[in-house]
């Protein structure tokens, strides 16, 4: 975990280095992410793709790998769209919005019925960046 | 630590300081990661000290699997 602490923002925060600091995060925070893809992704590929390392990945290493990143992306586009149609939305994760009501019929197959997760009213939270200021 | 963000170059230094922190932490996984995986390679019947040859296996193991990494880098690269 980061050893940095919310960082002081005075009260008279300019607002254009407010909007700064948030870019900042928000690029990190898709960094991370990003990264996060690829070290699960190597592992996967490594598993799949290498049995004993030697002085160099052959070449049928090396295309395995390359394909292997590119089919789990793949793989991960079908599978997503694929379970969305059968929950019967567009996006797997709708949010219904204020007016509207959970659809029962037909059920979604993934859950058995069609709407947000049981206790959720709003979008997934996503995991605070370790960096992001800590409120109070 | 609480940095001020007051000045454009408070933020300069709190923005190259959370990067280098975030390249560390990445750096400690991936080192961790390569651990787990060449040990599992090389080590498979563990003796009472390191053989030169699961030595070598580890060194070869670790280049191939940053090897690895940046296949699956490049790979997402060009994908569509």
Same mark, same amino acid.
């Given at each position: 975990?980061?050893? &940095? ?17 948030? $870019? &900042?995060?928000?690029?990190? $925070? $898709? ?26 990945? %052959?070449? !049928?290493?090396?295309?395995?790998? %390359?394909?292997?990143?590119?089919? &789990?992306?793949?793989?991960? +586009? ?23 009501? /959970? $659809? ?5 197959? !993934?859950?058995? !019925? +069609? ?7 709003? /979008?997934?939270?996503?995991? /605070?960046? /370790?960096?992001?200021? +800590?409120?109070? | 630590?609480?940095?001020?963000? @007051? ?5 300069? #230094?709190?923005?190259? @300081?959370?990067?280098? #922190? ?16 060449? =040990? ?18 580890? @060194?070869?193991?670790?280049?191939? =699997?940053? #090897? ?13």
């Amino acid at each position: 975990m980061s050893s &940095f602490d919310a960082p002081d923002m005075p009260s008279g925060q300019d607002a254009a280095a407010a909007a700064e600091v948030q $870019q &900042f995060l928000a690029e990190e $925070q $898709q960094r991370a992410a990003m990264l996060g893809v690829v070290s699960k992704l190597t592992v996967t590929c490594w598993d799949t793709c290498v049995s004993k390392p030697g002085s160099k990945l %052959s070449s !049928w290493e090396s295309d395995c790998i %390359s394909n292997c990143a590119r089919r &789990f992306i793949d793989a991960s +586009v079908f599978i997503l769209n694929r379970a969305a149609k059968q929950q019967g939305r567009h996006s797997l994760l709708g949010r219904e919005g204020p007016g509207e009501r /959970p $659809q029962l019929d037909p059920p979604g197959l !993934w859950t058995g !019925w +069609v709407g947000p997760a049981a206790g959720t009213a709003l /979008p997934p939270a996503e995991a /605070p960046h /370790p960096l992001m200021p +800590v409120v109070g | 630590m609480n940095p001020s963000l @007051a000045t454009p170059r408070d933020r300069e #230094e709190f923005f190259r @300081a959370a990067r280098a #922190e975030a390249s560390d932490q990445l750096l400690q996984e991936l080192i961790q990661t390569v651990a787990d995986k060449c =040990f599992a390679k090389c080590i498979t019947k563990p003796g009472s000290s390191l053989t030169g040859g699961e030595s070598a296996c580890l @060194a070869k193991c670790m280049d191939r =699997f940053l #090897e690895a990494r940046t296949l699956v880098v490049k790979a997402l690269e060009t994908q569509q």
